[in-house]
């Protein structure tokens, strides 16, 4: 155990004084968790390149995969290029990433982000909220923000760390409170996604203002959603902020990146006069 301890300390020192670089202007989000120092973002992409390569040739077994002449397709894709313009503030390395923005035809309400770029949108999100350019720019900017942020990466260290802590105390009291090991890992994880969905709206909205796309959006977007998701589970237990908490936290955040929509939008009127 002392092992693992170590390795613990030294994953938190490190992430202390290695992060992202980040101007002071903008919304505020710290540095990533230091607990994803604990698995390779390399061989990570990887697996979620393979991945989505998986889910691309069965989506289109069932002709649920739109083709590359899709007027919607090419339409995110515009959208999510704008975005990713704006994405090497908060992930250096997000330069390097092959980029991918695909549609998939179901009625789920969902769209995601894989590590390393991997985009996926579902039609059931367009079509049953009626989104405007706005509204999928805060989709697409919250998704893109788990990705950059690496999300995914931390929550793997931290499975890494949970099966460390559960394998000790399994050993110590031979398996006695396997249970109660359990139940608290995946309250800690709860709460945790939570901060990320957080994180993720604030990031993806700043995306969305610097690529000139209106960040009050984000208001009526959750508006859609929450009516979209009665009967939702209680805060608590959900790995989501709750579309009334969420919408406080951007009113909250919306001075601190309404100067970015203004002054993309200055810049479009000079580059198109006539528009």
């Given at each position: 155990?002392?092992?693992?301890?170590?390795?613990?300390?030294?994953?938190?020192?490190?992430?202390?004084?290695?992060?992202?670089?980040?101007?002071?202007?903008?919304?505020?989000?710290?540095?990533?968790?230091?607990?994803?120092?604990?698995?390779?973002?390399?061989?990570?992409?990887?697996?979620?390149?393979?991945?989505?390569?998986?889910?691309?040739?069965?989506?289109?077994?069932?002709?649920?995969?739109?083709?590359?002449?899709?007027?919607?397709?090419?339409?995110?894709?515009?959208?999510?290029?704008?975005?990713?313009?704006?994405?090497?503030?908060?992930?250096?390395?997000?330069?390097?990433?092959?980029?991918?923005?695909?549609?998939?035809?179901?009625?789920?309400?969902?769209?995601?982000?894989?590590?390393?770029?991997?985009?996926?949108?579902?039609?059931?999100?367009?079509?049953?909220?009626?989104?405007?350019?706005?509204?999928?720019?805060?989709?697409?900017?919250?998704?893109?923000?788990?990705?950059?942020?690496?999300?995914?990466?931390?929550?793997?260290?931290?499975?890494?760390?949970?099966?460390?802590?559960?394998?000790?105390?399994?050993?110590?009291?031979?398996?006695?409170?396997?249970?109660?090991?359990?139940?608290?890992?995946?309250?800690?994880?709860?709460?945790?996604?939570?901060?990320?969905?957080?994180?993720?709206?604030?990031?993806?909205?700043?995306?969305?203002?610097?690529?000139?796309?209106?960040?009050?959006?984000?208001?009526?977007?959750?508006?859609?959603?929450?009516?979209?998701?009665?009967?939702?589970?209680?805060?608590?237990?959900?790995?989501?902020?709750?579309?009334?908490n969420r919408i406080r936290e951007i009113e909250?955040?919306?001075?601190?990146?309404?100067?970015?929509?203004?002054?993309?939008?200055?810049?479009?009127?000079?580059?198109?006069?006539?528009?």
């Amino acid at each position: 155990m002392k092992k693992y301890l170590s390795l613990f300390l030294w994953v938190l020192i490190l992430g202390f004084f290695v992060g992202f670089v980040y101007a002071d202007e903008g919304v505020s989000v710290g540095k990533p968790s230091a607990l994803r120092n604990l698995v390779s973002a390399e061989s990570l992409e990887k697996r979620a390149a393979m991945q989505y390569e998986q889910l691309k040739k069965q989506v289109a077994q069932q002709n649920a995969l739109a083709p590359e002449s899709s007027r919607e397709l090419a339409h995110l894709r515009q959208i999510a290029k704008h975005l990713i313009a704006q994405s090497s503030r908060f992930n250096p390395r997000s330069t390097q990433w092959q980029w991918e923005v695909n549609l998939i035809a179901s009625s789920q309400i969902n769209a995601f982000c894989m590590p390393g770029g991997k985009i996926a949108v579902y039609t059931g999100i367009l079509r049953s909220l009626h989104l405007t350019d706005d509204e999928i720019a805060m989709v697409m900017g919250h998704e893109i923000a788990h990705a950059l942020r690496e999300h995914a990466r931390a929550q793997a260290g931290k499975g890494e760390l949970t099966q460390w802590g559960s394998l000790g105390l399994s050993v110590i009291t031979g398996g006695r409170y396997d249970g109660l090991v359990r139940a608290g890992a995946n309250l800690l994880t709860l709460k945790f996604s939570r901060n990320d969905e957080t994180e993720a709206d604030l990031v993806g909205m700043e995306l969305a203002a610097r690529a000139g796309y209106d960040p009050r959006s984000g208001i009526s977007l959750w508006k859609k959603m929450s009516a979209s998701h009665r009967g939702a589970p209680p805060q608590w237990l959900s790995t989501h902020p709750s579309g009334d908490n969420r919408i406080r936290e951007i009113e909250k955040h919306l001075p601190e990146v309404m100067p970015f929509y203004k002054k993309a939008m200055e810049n479009k009127r000079r580059q198109n006069p006539n528009h």
